[in-house]
């Protein structure tokens, strides 16, 4: 059965198919403050948190999902806030379509779909070629938030992080824990709730690692094949 399309009019929603690559995310915004991307945005709760705390910053916040897109813009525009837009777009196809060289400020990943069976690990998200790609389009400085209830999966991007020269932890150990004043998303404090420890990971990009293709070059093509655009 076909899943019904929920159409999204909010003025904060971006259809991606209407845009001409690459973006001018500060023409979209009407300032050049800089810009903050949520991959996996869920219901929203995380990111209404976060751009009420930086309201000096901008967040692009994005899901695969159509409802949870739907309920994202819905939160955004009952809350005022006019630092946020939504976009429902796969990541990488997001960063290899319409971002560029040094365009984020910051990227959060929260509790991603953690594929548990062992088969299914290489579908996860995160790993060594997808950290490598982000130092590309992260500024010099630019920092990586990642958190995730499962050990296995902190436990795998922890030494990869660590064996990238580029990247500098913010953190006395990885994994580490959730700093206190990190909004919770809904599965975080669910998952908390239940006596479920969070694992935590934040990095930067080092201020001396020079942004080029280069960081691209260790990058299979599969990578930047065109994803769908939902």
């Not at 949870?68 to 813009?73: D, L």
Request: aromatic residues 12%.
């Amino acid at each position: 059965m076909t899943q019904r399309i929920i159409e999204i009019t909010s003025p904060t929603f971006i259809p991606g198919q209407q845009l001409d690559p690459p973006v001018d995310f500060a023409a979209i915004f009407g300032n050049d403050n800089p810009l903050v991307l949520e991959i996996g945005c869920g219901i929203g709760d995380f990111i209404v948190q976060l751009a009420a705390q930086q309201p000096q910053r901008n967040f692009l916040a994005i899901d695969i999902y159509n409802k949870g897109c739907y309920k994202t813009c819905r939160r955004i525009d009952e809350t005022g806030l006019s630092n946020v837009r939504v976009m429902r777009i796969e990541a990488r196809f997001l960063l290899d379509r319409y971002l560029t060289m040094d365009s984020l400020a910051a990227v959060y990943i929260n509790c991603p779909d953690p594929w548990p069976k062992k088969r299914h690990r290489q579908r996860r998200l995160l790993n060594r070629e997808f950290l490598q790609t982000l130092l590309y389009y992260l500024q010099p400085g630019g920092e990586l938030f990642f958190s995730t209830d499962f050990a296995d999966y902190a436990e795998q991007i922890a030494p990869q992080l660590l064996s990238l020269p580029d990247y500098q932890s913010k953190l006395d150990q990885l994994p580490g824990r959730v700093p206190t004043d990190y909004p919770r998303s809904k599965y975080m404090r669910r998952f908390m709730e239940r006596g479920q420890p969070i694992y935590f990971l934040h990095c930067s990009k080092r201020k001396s690692c020079v942004t080029g293709s280069h960081l691209l070059a260790a990058v299979s093509p599969g990578f930047r094949t065109p994803w769908s655009t939902l």
